[in-house]
């Protein structure tokens, strides 16, 4: 029998290290290859772009008429600011946060999951083209999840004060990234304060550190807005998603009548009436807001991406080759991944109330690849297993074919 060679022995520390330095490199050539050169920024991203522009000439945090804003949250224009006026900087950097964000989904994975399950997690996402295409857009997606990743990987079954804090502030900090994780840190905080004794200090140390991370932000804007609020984007967005245009397009914000009124009062005051508007619209039409709860849900989880990849409408075949195996672990074994699954229900009632998209549930992606994860590590010789990838590769490169044959049963159930 032969010895066995260096380096190849279970507990050889060399292996685990060649094995993330392999998958880091892998990720971030995958990325800048699709990200460099970066595309023209356009929508929210020319948006970021310029509050960005606003930093660096000493302009403050403005909008277009000069006027302090609140609209966007200010951590990703900063981001932007700081990597300087060359945007190529900026998708750099993004790319080696997205291939680092592999390996933390490793290690989240890792938490759950045995042998080569945490390693296939980080691989489905590093193979992910939407996430790939996310890096070379100036958004805040790529920011946000490893902001999002860190806060998780803080989370300890000791509930150790130094850790809550800590999650606490990474947690502050993605929503300062995204006022739209406000449900996910909420159920962090839910976790964290889980049980009595210890585990409620832990809960009050991660709401500190959140207050002490976006404190700053809060007194800003009460003293410029003349409120304490995180961001007024919340209002039109959720307007907008009671009265969709045509009925179903969400992600777009809408301007009629009850807009202008609104934002003649000022961005909060029009953050405030807007919601209150969106409230009686839900209100006054039960039906259709059921009907479009459901396709906000719908949007969200469908593995056709129309914001981030070009041309828009394309499938992620990653995505589409996990998501049923995510589906059959959170229904066979939903406790056995904690929180894993209460995350993605918290996004899921978020996405039913306000609006849904990939966009959305993009940083969320590391938990439906760990949700997948051993499940096909388990199968990995089954023909089955080997046939579903090899369809959803082939309708990954089918174009647009599939979105078009997506819209065209959806007309024919009426849901489009």
Request: with cysteine.
């Amino acid at each position: 029998m032969k010895p066995a060679g260096r380096g190849r022995g279970p507990g050889n520390p060399m292996r685990p290290a060649a094995q993330a330095g392999g998958l880091f490199l892998v990720a971030l050539a995958i990325r800048l290859l699709v990200a460099l050169p970066p595309p023209a920024p356009e929508a929210d991203a020319a948006d970021y772009l310029r509050l960005a522009q606003g930093l660096r000439a000493g302009s403050g945090y403005v909008d277009t008429a000069g006027r302090p804003t609140a609209f966007r949250p200010p951590l990703y224009p900063l981001f932007l600011a700081l990597t300087g006026p060359d945007v190529r900087v900026a998708v750099v950097l993004q790319s080696v946060a997205g291939a680092a964000n592999c390996l933390l989904a490793v290690a989240l994975a890792s938490r759950w999951l045995a042998g080569p399950a945490p390693w296939l997690a980080g691989l489905l996402l590093a193979l992910d083209p939407v996430h790939a295409s996310a890096s070379s857009r100036l958004l805040s997606e790529i920011l946000y999840q490893t902001l999002f990743l860190l806060s998780l990987l803080a989370l300890d079954p000791a509930r150790s004060p130094r850790r809550a804090l800590a999650s606490g502030v990474l947690s502050g900090l993605g929503l300062l990234a995204r006022t739209a994780a406000l449900p996910v840190l909420l159920v962090m905080l839910a976790v964290w304060a889980w049980r009595d004794g210890p585990r409620v200090k832990a809960g009050l140390l991660f709401l500190l550190g959140a207050i002490l991370a976006v404190s700053p932000w809060l007194a800003r804007n009460a003293r410029a807005m003349g409120a304490p609020v995180l961001s007024t984007q919340g209002g039109i967005t959720l307007y907008s998603s009671y009265r969709p245009p045509q009925g179903r397009i969400f992600g777009v914000l809408i301007f009629d009548d009850e807009v202008a009124r609104a934002q003649a009062g000022g961005e909060v005051a029009a953050d405030r009436q807007l919601t209150r508007a969106a409230v009686r619209e839900a209100a006054a039409h039960p039906l259709r807001t059921l009907r479009l709860a459901v396709l906000k849900v719908a949007f969200l989880w469908v593995p056709i991406d129309w914001e981030i990849r070009r041309p828009p409408g394309l499938l992620s075949p990653a995505y589409l080759f996990a998501l049923p195996l995510a589906l059959w672990t959170v229904a066979t074994r939903p406790r056995s991944l904690h929180p894993v699954p209460l995350l993605l229900l918290a996004l899921t009632l978020f996405s039913a109330v306000v609006y849904g998209s990939p966009r959305l549930r993009l940083p969320y992606d590391p938990l439906v690849y760990t949700l997948a994860a051993g499940l096909l590590a388990a199968n990995m010789n089954r023909t089955l297993l080997w046939l579903w990838a090899a369809a959803c590769l082939a309708l990954g490169l089918a174009g647009e074919a599939p979105r078009l044959a997506a819209r065209v049963v959806a007309r024919h159930l009426g849901w489009w």
